[in-house]
């Protein structure tokens, strides 16, 4: 007797361990079906805010080439320079919406000019971008330091150079790059380049193809303080008053007294060929944040991508 109950209690022990297995596997399926399910769903919605700024950015490149088409100039008071009203993505199954603007990168300093034509570090760029720094009251080495990280060789300049004897000695090391920048952020790779001041100085600089031109229609008015020594903030204060939304009425005249070397003075220009567009989608709870440059050519030529990247510039 004492045998056969000891056997029902063990049988319904194993009954009571075996539903409760059951039971938590249940329950764990069903939470990582639902994980499943909430990943697939966030999946689609990054893919479908992608989509979203691919759209964006094919209006935009509309408005560019048409713009290059109606105006002779760029400045701040045209179409592409205002910025895109939130529009919602409503297509039964998505809603969301979609927000953006355009920034004239030819109104910041591009560091790839510190290398000139023949691959050597031009002069006056560079202490223009010496300049830029003072104004921002950030180191004023990072220019030479720019100039060695971008010119081809591995001598370093003097007092403000570092080469790759300098980066290789680093925890971790690494080397020079050597060659032109695609992207500004990489400046933060810089010897001694610290996060504070690369957030003063991003929003003035840019990377760029070689050899391009600041608009001073578009031209942060650090940037435009750097184009030359004798600027100072008031003279700064008349320019901007003087340009105000529709640009200068002839930038030539107004900048030949202010920018007295004649080599600064042409790097100046009223026109523009590179713009960076910043698109955020914002899909359910998913939101995507789309960085691309693009390219115009003249004369009413096509607009061109040459950058994408998504989340950071
Ligand atoms: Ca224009
Ligand atoms: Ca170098």
Not at 179 to 193: D, K, Y
């Amino acid at each position: 007797m004492k045998g056969r109950r000891r056997a029902r209690g063990v049988a319904l022990i194993t009954a009571m361990l075996i539903t409760a297995i059951t039971g938590s596997l249940a329950a764990g399926l069903a939470w990582d079906n639902a994980l499943d399910v909430r990943r697939t769903m966030v999946l689609l919605f990054h893919e479908q805010g992608f989509q979203v700024a691919l759209g964006a950015e094919s209006w935009i490149r509309n408005i560019l080439r048409d713009d290059g088409i109606d105006s002779p100039t760029d400045h701040l008071g045209e179409l592409w320079a205002s910025d895109l009203p939130g529009l919602p993505v409503d297509n039964d199954s998505v809603q969301g919406a979609v927000v953006g603007n355009i920034e004239d990168l030819q109104g910041r300093f591009n560091v790839n000019n510190l290398i000139d034509a023949n691959g050597e570090v031009d002069p006056d760029v560079l202490e223009q971008f010496q300049r830029l720094l003072v104004i921002l009251e950030i180191d004023p080495r990072f220019a030479g330091l720019a100039a060695d990280w971008i010119d081809a060789d591995q001598d370093a300049g003097f007092p403000d150079g570092a080469e790759d004897s300098i980066y290789t000695g680093l925890i971790p090391p690494y080397r020079a790059l050597n060659r032109s920048l695609t992207n500004v952020t990489e400046l933060a790779a810089l010897e001694g380049m610290d996060p504070a001041s690369m957030k003063v100085l991003l929003p003035h600089v840019t990377a760029l193809p070689r050899g391009t031109q600041i608009n001073v229609n578009t031209a942060t008015p650090v940037v435009l303080q750097s184009l030359d020594a004798n600027l100072d903030v008031s003279a700064i204060e008349g320019l901007l008053s003087q340009r105000e939304e529709a640009g200068f009425a002839d930038y030539a005249q107004t900048f030949s007294t202010l920018v007295t070397n004649p080599a600064m003075f042409a790097q100046i220009t009223e026109t523009s060929s590179y713009f960076q567009l910043k698109a955020v989608v914002q899909i359910d709870t998913v939101r995507v944040t789309y960085y691309s440059v693009l390219s115009r050519s003249p004369n009413g030529g096509p607009v061109t991508t040459i950058l994408r990247s998504l989340g950071t510039i």
